[in-house]
Antibody, heavy 119, light 109 residues
Framework: EVQLVESGGGLVQPGGSLRLSCAAS????????MNWVRQAPGKGLEWVSI???????YYADSVKGRFTISRDNSKNTLYLQMNSLRAEDTAVYYC??????????????WGQGTMVTVS | EIVLTQSPGTLSLSPGERATLSCRAS???????LAWYQQKPGQAPRLLIS???SRATGIPDRFSGSGSGTDFTLTISRLEPEDFAVYFC??????????FGPGTKVDIK
């Protein structure tokens, strides 16, 4: 079954750090464009970061310099290292796949989300 | 930065009715890079439409997408009880790479 399972969320103090993980099954993380998207409580969706098959990475301005996206091909897992956390980073964090074989960049597979609370 | 605006904010309809949701971009968006998602409370978003008009795998044909340039539409031809949810449009393009609209909530009248 094709799925993504996030972990690593929790409660952290402002200025603290957290690393989120997203384990993939049924497909290869390194062969796809993998993303992190977040949703603050009661709010809309905000794209956070992408890692391409080439390992090129991009970030939203709101997290640039504080968050780092990476992947471990041997574990077929995506990560998001979050440093210098702020209250406004409080959100459910989703990992999502954009298939590299598609030219649409639409996110066809999403994880269930992991909650990060900065307080 | 491309900003997506969705209207209406809330759409109150009855099962069996037709829903028409709008997504307007502040600049022209390639149709290839416009997608629609459905999200129910406590769940992750689900891809409905990619490339402005292509239904994702397993999406019923009562969902259709159309539009080009700056104006895009998601239509649900006959609302089923499970269709009451929030719908987001999304574009891929210039910085930021991806933007989402604020969402349209379709609720039961």
């Amino acid at each position: 079954e094709v799925q993504l399972v996030e972990s690593g969320g929790g409660l952290v103090q402002p200025g603290g750090s957290l690393r989120l993980s997203c384990a993939a099954s049924g497909f290869t993380v390194s062969s796809n464009y993998m993303n992190w998207v977040r949703q603050a409580p009661g709010k809309g969706l905000e794209w956070v970061s992408i890692i391409y098959t080439t390992v090129n990475t991009y970030y939203a301005d709101s997290v640039k310099g504080r968050f780092t996206i990476s992947r471990d091909n041997s574990k077929n897992t995506l990560y998001l290292q979050m440093n210098s956390l702020r209250a406004e980073d409080t959100a459910v964090y989703y990992c999502a796949r954009a298939p590299s074989h598609s030219n649409s960049y639409a996110f066809d597979i999403w994880g269930q989300g992991t909650m990060v609370t900065v307080s | 930065e491309i900003v997506l605006t969705q209207s209406p904010g809330t759409l109150s309809l009855s099962p069996g009715e037709r829903a028409t949701l709008s997504c307007r971009a502040s600049q022209s968006v390639s149709s290839s890079y416009l997608a629609w998602y459905q999200q129910k409370p406590g769940q992750a978003p689900r891809l409905l439409i990619s490339g402005a008009s292509s239904r994702a795998t397993g999406i019923p044909d009562r969902f259709s997408g159309s539009g080009s340039g700056t104006d895009f539409t998601l239509t649900i031809s006959r609302l089923e009880p499970e269709d009451f949810a929030v719908y987001f449009c999304q574009q891929y393009g210039s910085s930021p790479l991806f933007t989402f609209g604020p969402g349209t909530k379709v609720d039961i009248k």
